[in-house]
């Protein structure tokens, strides 16, 4: 079992910058990439970032790039994903999760479904 806490959500005025942490716990040792997703209200959960786990190889969604940075601390067990330049569309409920499941870096964001542990969502909040 792996247990996921995240931090870091909030409100802010467009243009401003949040980062989202998600510290790991318990048996992290059988984690191969861990992911950021989100999800807005009456859409679907999306990608937004991932990153093996002990590579540190990121990948992130053509809608954040340039803007969304997603790093780790192996020493911390935690995951940051760097938001700048938010935008209103960015709103949504954010949450991390683990997979233990080999994916190449590129496409550790498919499938959803092969996300085994979820951390609560926080709620990012970007007003006009």
């Known amino acids: 079992q792996v247990q996921l806490r995240v931090s870091g959500g909030g409100l802010v005025e467009a243009g401003g910058s949040l980062r989202l942490s998600c510290a790991a716990s318990g048996r992290t040792s059988s984690t191969y990439a861990m992911g950021w997703f989100r999800q807005a209200p009456g859409k679907e959960r999306e990608f937004v970032a991932t990153i093996t786990w002990s590579g540190g190889r990121p990948s992130v969604a053509d809608s954040v790039k340039g803007r969304f940075t997603v790093s780790r601390d192996n020493a911390k067990n935690t995951v940051y994903l760097q938001m700048n330049s938010l935008k209103p569309e960015d709103t949504a409920v954010y949450s991390c999760?683990?997979?233990?499941?080999?994916?190449?870096?590129?496409?550790?964001?498919?499938?959803?479904?092969?996300?085994?542990?979820w951390g609560q969502g926080t709620q990012v909040t970007v007003s006009s």
């Open positions: 999760a683990a997979r233990n499941e080999f994916c190449l870096a590129s496409a550790c964001h498919v499938p959803i479904r092969a996300y085994d542990y």
